[in-house]
């Protein structure tokens, strides 16, 4: 009786540890693939260019893309389409990451956020999550991908 009992907890124990190998490598929720310290220095920018929008620094905030998206970056503009307010009147009180996810080859990266913000002159509170999508380019490191991010 006992060995039987000690093969059921074995076997149970090895469908477990299958169970979590398989769901680590399949990719889809939790942190993703991709090194440890591509996903914290994603994280580290992400939040960096969301103390740049809290603080409206648009001209930094534009730094995180591609030097061809530097150029005809408008973030104010962009900031309108995604939260549907004008900056000014735009109050990111606070963020947070929720997930930092990297594709198996190591260069392309997205990050969820959570952001709550209030608009100015109103008791309205919104809590929208939004996307970043990075792309890891050879030159330039990682770099936002403009128009698929705000």
Do not use: C
């Amino acid at each position: 009786m006992k060995k039987i009992l000690l093969v059921f907890l074995l076997l149970g124990a090895l469908a477990f540890t299958l169970l979590v190998l398989k769901d680590r490598s399949s990719g889809g929720e939790g942190q993703g693939m991709g090194s440890l310290a591509d996903r914290n220095h994603l994280s580290q920018q992400s939040l960096k260019f969301m103390e740049d929008l809290r603080f409206k620094d648009f001209q930094h905030a534009a730094s995180y893309h591609s030097t061809e998206d530097r150029k005809k970056a408008n973030i104010p503009k962009k900031i309108q389409q995604w939260f549907a307010v004008k900056p000014e009147q735009l109050d990111i009180m606070r963020y947070e990451i929720l997930k930092t996810d990297i594709d198996s080859s190591g260069r392309r990266g997205r990050v969820k956020i959570k952001t709550v913000l209030k608009i100015l002159n109103s008791d309205q509170i919104k809590e929208p999550e939004m996307m970043l999508y990075w792309f890891k380019d050879p030159t330039e490191g990682w770099i936002m991908e403009l128009d698929s991010s705000l």
